[in-house]
């Protein structure tokens, strides 16, 4: 039994956050110099027989926790934030979000109520919605992801579909009488898949077109599809476009494809979780044209405005539909304990309900670290780092056009420019293999880190520039290291 005052007491510290901060500062910004290879990889062992321990049955205390995060996590840490990553499309936040995240974590820890975290999540999605270029009419909402995103745009395509024939299915449910499809390019990313099931369309309701030349969605393919299930009698629910397509960061042809959906009543969404801001670009603006004709648009903040991850961002034009495709049921114990009078205090009532517009009822504040970036660096400093990054994937390109022994297997759009090492008298299996082997060098070496892919069977080294820590030397040396690995493994000299 506890002795009486414990009673009192939880365990867990609460009084000495600035303290606990200051202990790991040190680790952290040591972590953020990047002035090491990642060799986290390579000594997991080290690292895991610390961590792989059975559950405490007596706490340590903060002060274990503390030197545990500085001397074991912190330095083995995801270093996808260094320079020379441009694997993937991911990278670490900037300053700022960092820092705007754990004011929020600390002082906002839930987005209701009257408080400035929750009004700061509004003002985010209009300065979001200003900077894409939006209507300020369209309702925006927070998620953790592209993942999720791109469901909530689905919902409310799917809402728009089934209403047409006279059924809700937010309430109803999905009519199986009548069959349905989604159309979409092979190149989209497979969350949109996902989304189908889970909104009880089924993976199978999704058609998947194959590319143009160009890796964009074929829209005369789309146009025979959509012609075709018509006289069958199968109902179009969506088509999706994506704008920056995570292989090649191309660029579906949206002015013709919202063509299609008006003329065939279909709800048209737009995945640019990745390559939705490449719309600042000027050189890339008219590839946008027709983005306004959307229903439905997600993005990430988490991908190139380099926010934390677990911010996606949905925005669809009718309000209410979306409103009606997620609206949260009310219940007693929220809305009944709210005030309908003058604010008195900050529980008087819920603030912005941004819970009826998402999947999520409670929810971290988002949107002020998308409010910290966009407030440190402005339109102006975001637009330059798109401009910048796609200008690194145009030089990798020419320097690979350069050198007879690579050869680009995609031209860049966005930032994103896919290419190979050439072993001369080698077929695709071989390359494939040879290729292959280099990324992993490149990985083991931990300085340089793009991703790989595969384009039409070829096995593609693929580095993606969003990572706001990136300059052009590292574009410069990762050319110079995949001529020299493909040298090295052939035996050219």
């Known amino acids: 039994m506890l002795k009486e005052h414990k009673l009192n007491e939880d365990r867990a510290d609460s009084s000495r956050l600035g303290e606990a901060l200051k202990a790991i500062i040190p680790a952290l ?59 993937w499309i991911t990278t670490s936040p900037t300053t700022s979000a960092i820092v705007a995240n754990l004011a929020g974590s600390v002082a906002g820890s839930q987005r209701w109520w009257v408080q400035s975290f929750n009004t700061i999540e509004k003002v985010a999605l209009d300065w979001l919605a200003d900077l894409l270029g939006l209507p300020s009419d369209w309702q925006g909402t927070f998620s ?44 989209v990313h497979h969350v949109n898949i996902r989304a189908a099931a889970i909104l009880g369309m089924g993976r199978n309701s999704v058609v998947q077109i194959p590319p143009d030349n160009a890796y964009r969605i074929d829209v005369n393919e789309l146009e025979t599809l959509l012609k075709n299930d018509k006289k069958k009698g199968i109902r179009p629910l969506a088509i999706i476009a994506t704008t920056g397509t995570v292989n090649t960061g191309a660029i579906d042809p ?64 009718d309000r209410l539909l979306l409103g009606r495709a997620l609206t949260l049921e009310p219940a ?48 102006e400093g975001m637009r330059d780092r798109i401009v910048r990054h796609n200008d690194f994937a145009r030089r990798l390109q020419r320097l690979v056009e ?69 300059t052009q030397s590292e574009v410069d040396a990762l050319v110079q290291r995949v001529r020299e690995l493909g040298d090295e493994i052939t035996g050219k000299q």
């Open 29 to 87: 910004e040591e972590f953020s110099r990047y002035a090491e290879p990642d060799q986290s990889g390579a000594r997991q062992k080290e690292w895991k027989a610390v961590l792989e321990q059975t559950l405490p049955q007596k706490g340590v205390g903060l002060d274990n926790v503390l030197s545990e995060l500085s001397e074991t996590f912190i330095p083995n840490g995801a270093r996808n934030g260094m320079p020379g990553f441009s694997g």
């Open 144 to 187: 953790s992801g592209g993942s999720i995103a791109n469901i909530i745009g689905l919902a409310a395509a799917r809402q728009y579909a089934f209403e047409q024939i006279g059924v809700d299915p937010a309430s109803e449910g999905v009519n199986n009488s009548q069959s349905w499809r989604i159309y979409s390019s092979s190149e």
């Open 254 to 317: 949206l002015a013709p494809i919202a063509d299609l959906a008006d003329e065939y009543n279909s709800w048209l969404h737009v995945d640019g979780a990745y390559g939705g801001f490449g719309v600042l670009d000027e050189r890339l603006a008219p590839q946008f044209e027709g983005l306004l004709r959307a229903g439905s648009f997600a993005v990430d903040p988490h991908k190139w405005l380099a926010a934390p991850v677990g911010i996606g961002a949905t925005f669809v034009r």
């Open 332 to 379: 007693e114990y929220l809305e009944g304990a709210t005030s309908s009078g003058e604010v008195a205090s900050t529980f008087d009532q819920f603030g912005e309900l941004l819970h009826d517009y998402n999947l999520e009822q409670s929810a971290p504040s988002r949107g002020v670290s998308v409010w910290a970036i966009l407030k440190e660096i402005g339109a």
């Open 402 to 470: 350069e050198d007879e022994y690579l050869e680009v297997l995609s031209p860049a759009t966005l930032s994103i420019c896919c290419f190979r090492y050439l072993g001369k008298g080698k077929d695709d299996k071989a390359l494939n293999e040879l290729n292959t082997e280099i990324a992993r060098l490149l990985r083991s070496e931990g300085r340089l880190v793009p991703s790989t892919t595969e384009i039409n069977g070829r096995i593609a080294i693929r580095p993606c520039y969003i990572n706001p820590r990136g």
